[in-house]
């Protein structure tokens, strides 16, 4: 794992340079600087194409970016995916305009976040497309090594479509590297059309990646991860059949289990760990790590350490010890929906009676002026992580992995599909299962949707799913008073809808 994080701030730095040669390959000018890597000199050797496949992960962390150099990014990925629910708000003291904006539901074409993530999906996606493009060329892969990066990157490139899909629902189709200039834009795709390809791709990943890696490639994924998203896509298709039977085949053969302890779930030394599907690979710690050069398009990216500014932006402000920001606070309504003895709300919240740990390591009780709603978000932070080993000695950063999809929440998909399909006695167990970690009784009767929807929300409280799922599940008029049709796409950024001339179409609304 040390080796897969440490080689990628090099990887990046070569994958940024080749997609700036590969769009200004149609100039006649012969005219590169000698110290400038070039496609044809580049993707020769295993370590060059694992360089470039690093690179498309990179494109992940880059959605939390913090940079004042491109877009002007602030952690817009937070916003969009956790400060739009019900779960959290924009804190009045430390929230930026557009976080309070979107805690509102107002949103708006011209607004960061959008274009910041649609950038970093087509950045991940061109990435990914460089790799599939140059594995035929003239270089010193086996027969294996092709076959497996194929794997790597058709996941990869299926990912970053999946997450276009959901937010904008008929985003581009790319699947090719546009190597004119003047021929750089997309239309939009179908619905169709994406979830084909995203399943072909998944499928092509789950035929040709290993099912494990070494301890020096931990973090990759693996068949078991694509077989996993397989079945993730089909419940966005509602197509519960074959959601089940691939959820069936990870859960009877696959490598994953719950483990018994939630707060072991998110713990900085316990990275890629059984439950773990597909986590966001973070770096460090390295001594000059600085929030400001996370995002790996950024001038000084030759030393991007690729950490997270999880705590910079969540962690108490108002005061509290650290100088944090405090930008977004757990919502009542979230802290209102665990049960009595919900073993996972102490994990990922502090409340008043709590003992807070600062960012100077330091043990205080928890003040609950800090935040606007008394609370303050605790999941990947508290005693367990917030040591100086998981910190840069600057205090700005860290290192614990994002789990992005967990084992838990493939159960609960699993029950989901198993609900739509009248199998509500297996859905009920699955259920029982995620509520027995958290020390809470099974379920009185039957599962019902409703059961299910409740259990999501309480177990991946401030993981990037909840949006989506009150989008797919139509519950937006229920949760928000101000609901709107169009709120269930995000619109295109204005910046993409300009640049394309027209050929982009903007989502309805907007």
Known sequence: MKNFKRFKGVAYFFAITLSIYLINSCNDLDLLPLDRVTAE??????????????????????????????????GEFWKITVTITDDVVADDNGADGISKDIDNL???????????AYT?????????????????????LTAEQKSSLEGEASFLRAWFHFQALKMWGTPPL?????????????????????????????????????????????????????????????????????????????????????LSDYEEVFAWNNENNEESIFEVQYGGPFSDDNLWVFDDTHSEAFKASQGTGRGWHWDAGNGAPGGKLGQWAPSQDLVDAYEPGDLRKSVSLYEDGDMYITTNFEEIPYDPTWSTTGFTMKKYRGQRNLVPANHSSNLQSDFNNE????????????????????????????????????????????????????????????????????????????????????????????????????????????
Not at 106 to 116: G, H, L, N, P, T
Not at 120 to 140: K, M, P
Not at 232 to 252: C, Y
């Open 403 to 510: 789990r992005w999809f967990r084992f838990a929440e493939l159960k609960l998909l699993y029950a989901e599909a198993l609900i739509e399909s009248g199998r509500i006695a297996d859905a009920t167990t699955q259920i029982n299962d995620i509520r027995a970690r958290a020390g809470l009784a099974p379920l009185a009767a039957a599962a019902t949707m409703a059961d299910l929807q409740q259990e999501k929300r309480v177990e991946m409280a401030f993981e990037p799913h909840r949006w989506a799922d009150i989008v797919r599940w139509g519950i937006g008029p229920q949760l928000f008073p101000n609901w709107e049709d169009r709120f269930s796409l995000f619109p295109f950024p204005l910046s993409e809808i300009d640049r394309s001339d027209g050929m982009l179409t903007q989502n309805p609304g907007y």
């Open 106 to 116: 107002f949103i708006r074409s011209s607004d960061v976040s959008y274009a910041a």
């Open 120 to 140: 970093q999906i087509y950045e991940g996606i061109l990435r990914a497309n460089l790799v599939l493009e140059n594995l035929d060329g003239d270089n010193s």
């Open 41 to 74: 000199t580049f993707y020769k050797t295993p370590a060059d194409f694992d360089g470039a496949i690093f690179g498309s992960y990179s494109s992940i962390q880059d959605l939390w970016g913090t940079s004042t150099e491109t877009l002007s990014e602030f």
């Open 174 to 258: 790319a699947i090719t590297v546009k190597k004119d200039l003047f021929d750089q834009a997309l239309p939009n795709s179908t619905q169709d059309a994406l979830f084909t390809q995203i399943l072909a791709d998944f499928q092509v990943a789950a035929d040709q990646l290993p099912e494990s890696w070494g301890a020096e490639d931990l973090g990759r994924v693996t068949s078991w991860s694509a077989q996993s998203y397989i079945g993730k896509v089909k419940v966005w298709q509602e197509d519960w059949n074959g959601a089940i039977t691939a959820f069936e085949d990870v859960i009877n053969n696959g490598p994953y289990q719950l």
